[in-house]
Nanobody, 122 residues
Framework: QVQLVESGGGLVQPGGSLRLSCAAS????????MGWYRQAPGKQRELVAA???????NYTDSVKGRFTISRDNAKSTVYLQMNSLKPEDTAVYYC????????????????WGQGTQVTVSS
């Protein structure tokens, strides 16, 4: 069994910063990609940022230059540093880990966090 626990969301003024964390625990064999999605009210879920096992990253255009994704493989944790936040960044943020478990080391599946609310408002 695998669990992903997110932390770091909250209310911040425009121009402010937040750092999200997402730690995985359980019967993990290996972790491939990690990333963050977000979903705003009335909108589809969108990929915000992702990072491969080797450290390659990609970002949606609207956050380039403002958000930074990183990972700590020893801690099975992915981070999202969000700077210069804008009201349009308001959403529920979900992390994922693409991983294989000890019971099925040849099969990689996406596991999701519970979501954390980020609200950017004055």
């Amino acid at each position: 069994q695998v669990q992903l626990v997110e932390s770091g969301g909250g209310l911040v003024q425009p121009g402010g910063s937040l750092r999200l964390s997402c730690a995985a625990s359980g019967s993990i064999f290996s972790i491939n990609a990690m990333g963050w999605y977000r979903q705003a009210p009335g909108k589809q879920r969108e990929l915000v940022a992702a990072i491969t096992r080797g450290g390659s990253t990609n970002y949606t255009d609207s956050v380039k230059g403002r958000f930074t994704i990183s990972r700590d493989n020893a801690k099975s944790t992915v981070y999202l540093q969000m700077n210069s936040l804008k009201p349009e960044d308001t959403a529920v943020y979900y992390c994922y880990h693409r991983l294989a478990t000890l019971r099925g080391p040849d099969l990689e599946l996406d596991y999701w966090g519970q979501g954390t609310q980020v609200t950017v408002s004055s």
